[in-house]
């Protein structure tokens, strides 16, 4: 069959086959987690992130052109590689090897290209083939034993293949027999919803986080400037705002601090402070912004404020303090009910989004502040902040506001009958139709029984205090013929949760199964939902969220777990979506943190979601990011590591890096959690390929290297790991024996160990004795 002589190399990949100790203490994790339902294959690429539909068709691996791991690019780099093996065979062995050769190659593009090379684990290295169901890989080896030297150089596949098939077969064994191929292309369940958010049983949807700031005070608000530098701005209850930059590091001056001004306390549940920051859609030009908190008037009347500031001049990260132009003040009747909320809608205007002046029941007048339209309180309002009117206004009235005619009524409001809205976002419209663009969603914090989520029309009558959700609050205002009031989308109970948040409908790049999905979820229970419409029947269907799977979510960086709290949500200006929660909900507490939402079903394809972040230039230092949220695979180490020390008791204490490594004394640096992570390029990827990270894409981050030597990490998990059983290091059960038990050799040889160890503790117990 082969017409050319194989040269002695081989291919030029590295043979991670090889037991080194590092590889032999990673693969008795990954047998110990595959043992108790731990880890458990998911789709997953070779660059540890999720799998995509390829924007191009794909000539070569046609298999996985609507779902897969490869983009054209590397379609051809694939192909390639064929033709040049193909060149050593004759006719005759392109019709018995081609087959072959093309299945084994293709599969860096499956979906489970990950589970298949033994990737999953970012920690071990890949292998150079992919695993094999035992018939397929005998029908292989039988017809093609002389292509294996083409495929690989690892010599423990190579010297046993001119005799030993069932050998050969062993080594691509994969311990799942489900996810071998070519059993993988024909599982129901594996491949029946693929491509799409993943649900548990009870239709759940699974994703996941990645953790972008922490250390904040009550971050009630996180904005965007729309001006290209993809900075965003992080608001703490108290009145200080920061700048993000998008490497991920935080300016170590803030942007803004008022906290001297702001009216705030520690106390828990606190709902003064400063509430909302929103920037002018032509900032980049005239450097407006504008902002919205509590504060004390004469004779210490508490008050809401609306302002307009601008940043600096001198410095594109800072306020200038002495800018602040009052728009607007509005006086609260009681500490509660503050509303919060401002966003510039599609027409250039500016809603802001007022309570109803607190306490319980709207009990102000004879239907309540957000019934009585000359009040300010409990209200929409539309006001354009480009120039001011005649009536001594700082802002000018909209023509077409909905009551500029109406006697009694201010001309400003835009909609009534509204408790608490907390939370409002505009929808920016499906990236390719544009569908649902420019529709406001609001969260209303219901009263004693029910949450609900509007979306805000022109003129809208809410319902609040005569209804709450789609229930009846006040009777009376409830069965009054001209209440004409609007619906919510959707209204909870409490049993679910007692304040909702308010969210954004998702409309970024990088998951592109969310597209269209409304996120929200509920201050006091922690809940994350999800809405989505039915376009025919224009209803909302709500599905739960849940990121309590470590095994959905075992991908490098991201987690599974996040703070209870969940004061705001928000949106990047690539569309991404975040949201901002704490541990304390206290104003003065540093428990707060900010999440990214990442689908681990379905990533878009390599290259789509790339930016060019305008520079902005810095003065003040940078605070480099520190993740303080252990990710799921730190989480399923560490299960695993438990459940070797519950199996094996007298074995797993040398197997643990820290204790191995505390044998020997402390070492010089602490080694934190990701410390000495290698990462491995695929099969067949160029030197220096990046690896998939779920953080900004504007600059990716390269694989971290892992330091060498005989004091590194991997280096005293490698020694660690000889102590561990013998079964686990040979791959499979030795005959006669349970699985996870050792020898008779490795019986006694441990007995004697501990022997040893008995009794140099009994020594030193005599000598402290004695002395």
Same mark, same amino acid.
């Given at each position: 069959?082969?017409?050319? +002589?194989?040269?002695?190399?081989?291919?030029?990949?590295?043979?991670?086959?090889?037991?080194?100790?590092?590889?032999?203490?990673?693969?008795?994790?990954? #047998?110990?987690?595959?043992?108790?339902?731990?880890? @458990?294959?998911?789709?997953?690429?070779?660059?540890?992130?999720?799998?995509?539909?390829?924007?191009?068709?794909?000539?070569?691996?046609?298999?996985?052109?609507?779902?897969?791991?490869?983009?054209?690019?590397?379609?051809?780099?694939?192909?390639?590689?064929?033709?040049?093996?193909?060149?050593?065979?004759?006719?005759?062995?392109?019709?018995?090897?081609?087959?072959?050769?093309?299945?084994?190659?293709?599969?860096?593009?499956?979906?489970?290209?990950?589970?298949?090379?033994?990737?999953?684990?970012?920690? /071990?290295?890949?292998?150079?083939?992919?695993?094999?169901?035992?018939?397929?890989?005998?029908?292989?080896?039988?017809?093609?034993?002389?292509?294996?030297?083409?495929?690989?150089?690892?010599?423990?596949?190579?010297?046993?293949?001119?005799?030993?098939?069932?050998?050969?077969?062993?080594?691509?064994?994969?311990?799942?027999?489900?996810?071998?191929?070519?059993?993988?292309?024909?599982?129901?369940?594996?491949?029946?919803?693929?491509?799409? #958010?993943?649900?548990?049983?009870?239709?759940?949807?699974?994703?996941?986080?990645?953790?972008?700031?922490?250390?904040?005070?009550?971050?009630?608000?996180?904005?965007?400037?729309?001006?290209?530098?993809?900075?965003?701005?992080?608001?703490? @209850?108290?009145?200080?705002?920061?700048?993000?930059?998008?490497?991920?590091?935080?300016?170590?001056?803030?942007?803004?601090?008022?906290?001297?001004?702001?009216?705030? /306390?520690?106390?828990?549940?606190?709902?003064?402070?400063?509430?909302?920051?929103?920037?002018?859609?032509?900032?980049?030009?005239?450097?407006?912004?504008?902002?919205?908190?509590?504060?004390?008037?004469?004779?210490?009347?508490?008050?809401?404020?609306?302002?307009?500031?601008?940043?600096?001049?001198?410095?594109?990260?800072?306020?200038?303090?002495?800018?602040?132009?009052?728009?607007?003040?509005?006086?609260?009747?009681?500490?509660?009910?503050?509303?919060?909320?401002?966003?510039?809608?599609?027409?250039?205007?500016?809603?802001?989004?007022?309570?109803?002046? *607190?306490? /319980?029941?709207?009990?102000?007048?004879?239907?309540?502040?957000?019934?009585?339209?000359?009040?300010?309180?409990?209200?929409?309002?539309?006001?354009?902040?480009?120039?001011?009117?005649?009536?001594?206004?700082?802002?000018?009235?909209?023509?077409?506001?909905?009551?500029?005619?109406?006697?009694?009524?201010?001309?400003?409001?835009?909609?009534?009958?509204?408790?608490?809205?907390?939370?409002?976002?505009?929808?920016?419209?499906?990236?390719?139709?544009?569908?649902?663009?420019?529709?406001?969603?609001?969260?209303?914090?219901?009263?004693?029984?029910?949450?609900?989520?509007?979306?805000?029309?022109?003129?809208?009558?809410?319902?609040?205090?005569?209804?709450?959700?789609?229930?009846?609050?006040?009777?009376?205002?409830?069965?009054?013929?001209?209440?004409?009031?609007?619906?919510?989308?959707?209204?909870?109970?409490?049993?679910?949760?007692?304040?909702?948040?308010?969210?954004?409908?998702?409309?970024?790049?990088?998951?592109?199964?969310?597209?269209?999905?409304?996120?929200?979820?509920?201050?006091?229970?922690?809940?994350?939902?999800?809405?989505?419409?039915?376009?025919?029947?224009?209803?909302?269907?709500?599905?739960?969220?849940?990121? *309590?799977?470590?095994? +959905?979510?075992?991908?490098?960086?991201?987690?599974?777990?996040?703070?209870?709290?969940?004061?705001?949500?928000?949106?990047?200006?690539?569309?991404?979506?975040?949201?901002?929660?704490?541990?304390?909900?206290?104003?003065?507490?540093?428990?707060?943190?900010?999440?990214?939402? #990442?689908?681990?079903?379905?990533?878009?394809?390599?290259?789509?979601?790339?930016?060019?972040?305008? %520079? #902005?230039?810095?003065?003040?230092?940078?605070?480099?990011?520190?993740?303080?949220?252990?990710?799921?695979?730190?989480?399923?180490?560490?299960?695993?590591?438990?459940?070797?020390?519950?199996?094996?008791?007298?074995?797993?204490?040398?197997?643990?890096?820290?204790?191995?490594?505390?044998?020997?004394?402390?070492?010089?640096?602490?080694?934190?959690?990701?410390?000495?992570?290698?990462?491995?390029?695929?099969?067949?990827?160029?030197?220096?390929?990046?690896?998939?990270?779920?953080?900004?894409?504007?600059?990716?981050?390269?694989?971290?290297?892992?330091?060498? *030597?005989?004091?590194?990490?991997?280096?005293?998990?490698?020694?660690?790991?000889? +102590?561990? %059983?013998?079964?686990?290091? +040979?791959?499979?059960?030795?005959?006669?024996?349970?699985?996870?038990?050792?020898?008779?050799?490795?019986?006694?040889?441990?007995?004697?160990?501990?022997?040893?160890?008995?009794?140099?503790?009994?020594?030193?117990?005599?000598?402290?004795?004695?002395?």
């Amino acid at each position: 069959m082969l017409r050319r +002589s194989i040269p002695r190399s081989g291919w030029s990949q590295r043979a991670p086959w090889l037991l080194t100790s590092s590889r032999i203490f990673y693969l008795c994790l990954t #047998v110990l987690w595959g043992q108790v339902g731990l880890l @458990q294959g998911h789709p997953q690429c070779l660059d540890y992130g999720p799998p995509f539909r390829p924007l191009l068709h794909l000539e070569f691996c046609s298999d996985y052109e609507s779902f897969g791991c490869c983009d054209q690019r590397k379609d051809h780099r694939i192909a390639a590689r064929y033709w040049d093996i193909m060149e050593y065979f004759d006719l005759k062995g392109h019709e018995l090897c081609g087959g072959y050769i093309k299945d084994i190659l293709c599969q860096e593009c499956s979906p489970y290209a990950a589970h298949l090379y033994d990737a999953e684990n970012p920690q /071990t290295p890949l292998r150079n083939l992919p695993g094999l169901c035992s018939d397929y890989c005998s029908a292989f080896h039988s017809s093609c034993h002389s292509a294996i030297s083409l495929l690989t150089n690892d010599h423990r596949l190579q010297k046993p293949h001119q005799k030993d098939g069932a050998h050969f077969c062993h080594l691509l064994n994969l311990p799942d027999k489900d996810y071998c191929f070519p059993k993988v292309l024909r599982s129901d369940h594996l491949n029946r919803n693929l491509g799409v #958010v993943a649900e548990d049983h009870r239709g759940c949807l699974q994703l996941c986080l990645t953790e972008v700031a922490n250390g904040l005070r009550n971050p009630v608000s996180m904005v965007h400037a729309g001006d290209g530098t993809h900075r965003f701005f992080v608001a703490e @209850q108290i009145g200080v705002v920061w700048v993000y930059l998008p490497d991920g590091s935080r300016l170590e001056q803030p942007f803004l601090d008022l906290k001297s001004i702001v009216l705030t /306390t520690p106390w828990v549940g606190d709902e003064r402070g400063f509430l909302g920051l929103a920037f002018h859609p032509k900032f980049r030009r005239n450097r407006k912004f504008y902002i919205y908190y509590s504060c004390l008037g004469k004779k210490r009347v508490e008050k809401i404020r609306i302002s307009e500031m601008k940043v600096s001049r001198a410095d594109p990260n800072k306020a200038d303090p002495k800018s602040e132009r009052v728009i607007l003040e509005i006086e609260e009747p009681a500490s509660n009910h503050n509303g919060g909320q401002l966003l510039f809608g599609l027409d250039g205007y500016m809603y802001i989004f007022t309570g109803d002046g *607190g306490q /319980t029941g709207d009990p102000f007048g004879k239907f309540g502040n957000a019934q009585n339209k000359s009040s300010l309180l409990g209200k929409v309002l539309r006001i354009d902040v480009d120039g001011a009117s005649s009536g001594g206004r700082r802002y000018r009235i909209p023509l077409d506001n909905p009551f500029v005619s109406e006697p009694g009524a201010h001309p400003a409001i835009y909609a009534y009958g509204i408790r608490n809205m907390w939370r409002c976002a505009v929808d920016r419209g499906d990236p390719t139709t544009g569908q649902g663009r420019g529709r406001m969603f609001c969260g209303d914090v219901g009263q004693n029984r029910f949450e609900e989520v509007d979306i805000i029309v022109k003129g809208g009558n809410y319902g609040w205090r005569a209804k709450e959700g789609f229930e009846c609050y006040d009777k009376k205002l409830c069965h009054n013929a001209s209440l004409d009031d609007v619906l919510p989308i959707y209204a909870y109970g409490h049993a679910v949760g007692k304040s909702v948040t308010g969210g954004y409908v998702y409309r970024g790049c990088e998951s592109p199964n969310l597209n269209g999905l409304y996120i929200f979820g509920d201050f006091m229970s922690g809940r994350l939902m999800a809405l989505q419409e039915d376009r025919r029947t224009k209803k909302w269907k709500k599905q739960d969220i849940c990121l *309590g799977s470590p095994e +959905s979510c075992a991908f490098p960086g991201l987690i599974s777990t996040y703070s209870k709290f969940i004061i705001s949500f928000a949106e990047d200006e690539a569309g991404e979506l975040y949201f901002l929660a704490t541990s304390y909900p206290s104003a003065y507490t540093p428990r707060g943190s900010i999440y990214k939402f #990442v689908d681990p079903s379905r990533r878009a394809p390599p290259g789509k979601c790339k930016y060019k972040p305008v %520079p #902005v230039k810095t003065k003040s230092k940078r605070v480099q990011f520190r993740p303080l949220a252990k990710t799921a695979l730190d989480l399923l180490k560490e299960q695993s590591l438990k459940e070797a020390a519950r199996r094996f008791p007298d074995r797993t204490l040398a197997s643990r890096p820290d204790r191995a490594s505390s044998r020997k004394g402390p070492s010089k640096k602490p080694i934190s959690a990701t410390s000495g992570r290698k990462t491995f390029p695929g099969p067949g990827a160029k030197k220096g390929a990046r690896v998939w990270s779920p953080g900004p894409q504007g600059k990716r981050r390269k694989s971290p290297k892992a330091p060498r *030597g005989r004091g590194s990490p991997s280096a005293r998990r490698g020694r660690a790991a000889r +102590s561990l %059983p013998a079964p686990l290091l +040979s791959g499979g059960p030795v005959r006669g024996r349970a699985w996870g038990q050792p020898p008779r050799h490795a019986e006694a040889a441990a007995a004697a160990r501990d022997l040893r160890r008995r009794r140099s503790w009994g020594r030193r117990w005599g000598l402290a004795q004695r002395a």
